[in-house]
C-alpha cells in the first residue's frame, strides 16, 4: 500500500477518530484544538497541471470519491436509513406527543443500528431531535402520523465525515480531507484559503502532492469540498503511455483495493467472532456434521456469506452461497490444540459486482473456467478481452484482469470495464 510521505503524517497529528484528515483550509477548527497547527509544515502551492500524470491520477481517483460520495445519496444504504427512520413506532408515538426525550431515546436507538450518522427532527418549525455525529450528504424526509398525515420532517445522512474519508481513503490509498465546515473537525492541514483551488499542487515540507475535490453538501447543509491528496511520488507506478492508459491503472489499482479489502482487515472480525463461538468449537471437537452445521448456520447472520469447517480431512460443514470469492483461512483451536480449520469469505460475486459499481463506476464480468458467474454489463457481452478496448451496444469500455481466487479455492477470473470517457 502507498503511503503518504513522513512530512505529512506529521502535519497529520491531529487525526480524528475514523481516520479523517481534517479540514483542508483555515475553516474554524473548535477553540480547544490548539495543538491542531503546531505541527503543520510549511505549505506551498506548486504548478501541476490536469493533463500531467499526476493530475491525471487525481482527476480520477476524485471521481472514485464522487462515486463513494453518492453512494449515500442514492441507492440501498440512503433507502435503508428513511425506512429505517420513517417506520420507527417508537419515533412516531414520542413525534405525535411532542415528547422530546422519549424522541432523543428514539433517535438514539436508530443511530446504534448503524445505518445513519445523524437525524434532525423538526415539528412544527422547531427542532424536536438533533443528534448524531458531523455528517456529509443530507437526505430530507417526511414522518407520517397514524392517521397518514405529516406530522414532522427529517434530515439524516448515511455519512458521517470520518466514515466517508475512510472509505474513500481505503480505495483510493490517498488523503482525504474536508473543507468547507466550521468548528466540526479538527483541522490538521492549516492551508490558507487563497492557497488551494479545486485541483492542483501543494509542496508540504520538502514533498510535492498532487490533489483534487469534488463538490459535497455539508449536514444539515452548507456547501463542503472533498479533497484526495497523494504524493506524486506515488502517482508514478499508476503513469501510462497515455492519459486513457493512466485512468486505467489507476482505476485497475482502484479495483485490486476493493477485492483485497474483502479478504483484509475487514475479515478478522468474523474470524474472531467464529474462533470464540462455543458452540461451534465442541462439535467440531466431536466431530459431529450436524452440531456443526447447526453451529455455521448460526454464525451466517454477521457479514460471513460463506463457511467451510473441516476437522483433519474430512468437511463438516460447508454452508453459504455458490459464488464467493476472497477466501480466507484460520485455524479452530479449543484448551490450546488445533481440533480444525476454517475457510471463510465475507463477499461474493454479487457483492464485489455491487461494489465496483457503487463504489468506482466500474463493469464487471467474472468467470469460472470459462463460465460466466455474474456479469453487471449486460445481456449477451459475448467475448470479452482479458485487455484492450470493448465496445458494448455502442459504449467504448477498457477492459483490465483482475486474477481473484473462489471459494475454497482455485482461480475467478474478473473482467473489469472502464467506460470511456470515466466519469
Known amino acids: 500500500m502507498i503511503m503518504p510521505g513522513r512530512t505529512l503524517r506529521r502535519a497529520a497529528s491531529a487525526i480524528v477518530a475514523g481516520g479523517l484528515l481534517g479540514v483542508l483550509g483555515g475553516c474554524g477548527a473548535s477553540a480547544q484544538d490548539s495543538s491542531a497547527t503546531t505541527t503543520t509544515p510549511a505549505i506551498t502551492p506548486v504548478p501541476i497541471s490536469a493533463s500531467s500524470c499526476p493530475g491525471t491520477v487525481l482527476a480520477a481517483l476524485s471521481r472514485v470519491v464522487r462515486h463513494v460520495y453518492l453512494d449515500g445519496l442514492v441507492g440501498e444504504r440512503p433507502a435503508e436509513a428513511r425506512v429505517a ?32 450518522a445523524h437525524v434532525l427532527i423538526r415539528r412544527d418549525g422547531r427542532t424536536l431531535v438533533d443528534l448524531g455525529v458531523p455528517a456529509v450528504g443530507p437526505l430530507q424526509g417526511t414522518i407520517v402520523g397514524a392517521g397518514g398525515a405529516p406530522i414532522a420532517s ?8 470520518s466514515a466517508l474519508a475512510a472509505e474513500s481513503r481505503s480505495i483510493t490509498e490517498g488523503m482525504i480531507a474536508l473543507r468547507g465546515k466550521t468548528g466540526a473537525i479538527e483541522e490538521s492541514l492549516a492551508v490558507p484559503p487563497a492557497a488551494v483551488g479545486t485541483r492542483g499542487g501543494l509542496e508540504l515540507g520538502q514533498s510535492p502532492y498532487a490533489y483534487a475535490s469534488i463538490p459535497a453538501e455539508g449536514f444539515p447543509s452548507g456547501n463542503v469540498r472533498v479533497y484526495v491528496l497523494r504524493s506524486v511520488a506515488s502517482t508514478d507506478q499508476l503513469c501510462g503511455a497515455s492519459r486513457d492508459a493512466t485512468i486505467l491503472d489507476t482505476l485497475a489499482r482502484v479495483a485490486t483495493l476493493i477485492y483485497d479489502g474483502e479478504r ?30 447447526r453451529a455455521v448456520e448460526s454464525l451466517l447472520t454477521q457479514h460471513v456469506v460463506r463457511l467451510r469447517v473441516i476437522a483433519g480431512h474430512t468437511v463438516l460443514a460447508d454452508v453459504g452461497g455458490p459464488y464467493v470469492l476472497a477466501p480466507v483461512q484460520a485455524p479452530l483451536l479449543l484448551g490450546g490444540r488445533t481440533i480444525g480449520r476454517i475457510v471463510l469469505s465475507i463477499q461474493d460475486d454479487e457483492g464485489y459486482k455491487r461494489l465496483t459499481r457503487r463504489l468506482a463506476g466500474l463493469r464487471v464480468l467474472m468467470y469460472m473456467g470459462h463460465r460466466l458467474v455474474k456479469n453487471s454489463l449486460g445481456p449477451e457481452p459475448g467475448t470479452v478481452p482479458p485487455s484492450g478496448a470493448y465496445v458494448y451496444r455502442g459504449r467504448e469500455f477498457r477492459v483490465f484482469t483482475l486474477d481473484a481466487e473462489a471459494f475454497p479455492s482455485g482461480p475467478l477470473t474478473i473482467r473489469v470495464l472502464v467506460p470511456i470517457p470515466y466519469s
Open 85 to 116: 427512520i420513517e417506520h420507527s413506532a417508537a419515533l412516531r408515538a414520542a413525534v405525535e406527543s411532542d415528547d422530546a426525550g422519549a424522541a432523543r431515546a428514539a433517535v438514539d436507538a436508530l443511530l446504534a443500528t448503524g445505518r445513519m
Open 154 to 161: 427529517y434530515l439524516t445522512s448515511v455519512w458521517s465525515d
Open 264 to 293: 483484509g482487515g475487514q475479515t478478522t472480525p468474523q474470524i474472531e467472532r467464529v474462533q470464540r463461538y462455543g458452540p461451534l468449537l465442541r462439535a467440531v471437537a466431536r466431530r459431529d456434521p450436524a452440531a456443526t452445521r
